[in-house]
């Protein structure tokens, strides 16, 4: 399965400024939805008006979810600049809510998503622009990666994202599921509007703003969706600082797998997730089984980490970041545990705290 999808990325066209020189008049429109980042959307909002694009080309909103400090006296501080700053009534809330309402209002045909703590590249609008003047797509997905940090912890976030960058590129290319980040995604103003009901109302989530969009998207046609491989489209966040904050993050993305409307992504998810346990089940079970099992769990942990490891290396080596693979096999243990977590907490009605609220 790895090697299925390491092919797929090896075999993928790197698209830069340089390869995909047409020029592009298409506007966009600019969605980031905000609760509570004072400390970080200033940086946010400038690495965007940065953007080596038309200045008339593009328009920045930002959606206030109910925050409760600081962040929308933050955003009308560039309203000089043409930031527009919109609020959830109190009847709305949630990035879905945020991100419907700003599309709604928006001027221009392109929507582009991204989140309060991720930094844009200067390129990002210049490239995206030429990618969809040049294939007939209806949305686009973009890397996220993770800002650089040398502590192992961030380094084991680095590890798990990369590999799942290149899954959603192997997902989309090969038309078996369709994954993609919020952080970092454009989609047609028109074709969200007509699939919004699906994508959006029929579920009672308040998150899951991206995997519902795309897989509606491509439930109608697969071929109008593209991954971008692209270095010049990274965006970069941040990692979760601690192991609670990056525990429930996971139990909120883990908890949304079932309401998902394409099930093809259960191709890579059940497998992966029963190796894991199996491997994890030997180890456990070799004290009182004897030799032999320990010996098929060291096996299975051999294979599957060696075949990890190329499959992250390739990936990280792409975008710069070769080094985050360096202590792979110290993270490997790390990563397998997450993956079991994951998969039993995607079997169960869990609820978390996040930001003040429970979803």
């Given amino acids: 399965m790895l090697l299925g999808i390491l092919t797929s ?24 939805a905000a609760r509570n980042e004072a400390s ?3 940086a946010c909002i400038h690495s965007i008006l940065a953007c080596d694009y038309p200045k008339d080309q593009y328009e920045v909103i930002i959606v206030d979810d109910h925050s409760t400090d600081s962040t929308a006296e933050m955003v009308q501080s560039f309203a000089g600049d043409g930031v527009r700053l919109l609020r959830l009534d109190d009847q709305s809330y949630g990035k879905k809510a945020a991100i419907a309402k700003a599309v709604n209002l928006a001027q221009h045909g392109w929507i582009v998503t991204t989140d309060a703590d991720c930094i844009v590249r200067t ?27 040398d502590s192992f912890f961030h380094r084991f976030q680095s590890c798990d994202l990369l590999g799942t960058m290149g899954a959603t590129l192997h997902g989309i290319k090969s038309q078996q599921y369709h994954m993609a980040n ?3 995604m454009a989609f047609k103003k028109s074709v969200f509007l007509r ?29 109008s969706v593209g991954f971008i491989k692209s270095k010049e489209l990274v965006v970069t966040t941040q990692a979760e600082s601690t192991v609670s904050g990056f525990i429930t993050q996971r139990i909120r993305w883990a908890s949304k797998s079932s309401a ?6 259960y191709s890579v998810l059940v497998p992966t997730f029963l190796i894991n346990c199996s491997i994890l089940l030997n180890l456990i079970l070799a004290p009182c089984t004897g030799f032999l099992t320990l010996f098929i769990a060291l096996f299975q942990m051999l294979c599957k980490w060696a075949v990890d490891y190329l499959y992250l290396y390739q990936i990280a080596d792409f975008f710069g970041r070769a080094r985050d693979t360096k202590w792979y096999i110290f993270l490997a243990p790390l990563h397998m545990l997450h993956i079991v977590f994951s ?9 978390v705290d996040w930001k003040g609220r429970r979803v």
């Fill in 9 to 32: 990325w090896q075999s993928s066209e790197e698209i830069t400024a340089e390869n995909s020189p047409t020029i592009s008049n298409i506007e966009f429109s600019i969605i980031v």
């Fill in 195 to 223: 699939l919004k009901k699906a994508a959006y109302d029929q579920n009672h989530l308040a998150s899951g703003d991206d995997m519902f969009l795309i897989q509606n998207i491509a439930l109608e046609n697969p071929r």
């Fill in 40 to 42: 970080c959307i200033k």
């Fill in 343 to 351: 998969g039993f907490v995607a079997l169960l009605p869990f609820k």
């Fill in 123 to 149: 390129t990002w609008l210049e490239v995206l622009s030429q990618v969809i003047a040049k294939r007939k797509l209806d949305f686009v997905a973009m890397p996220v990666m993770f800002e650089e940090n």
């Fill in 182 to 184: 919020g952080a970092n």
């Fill in 260 to 265: 998902y409307p394409q099930k093809g992504i």
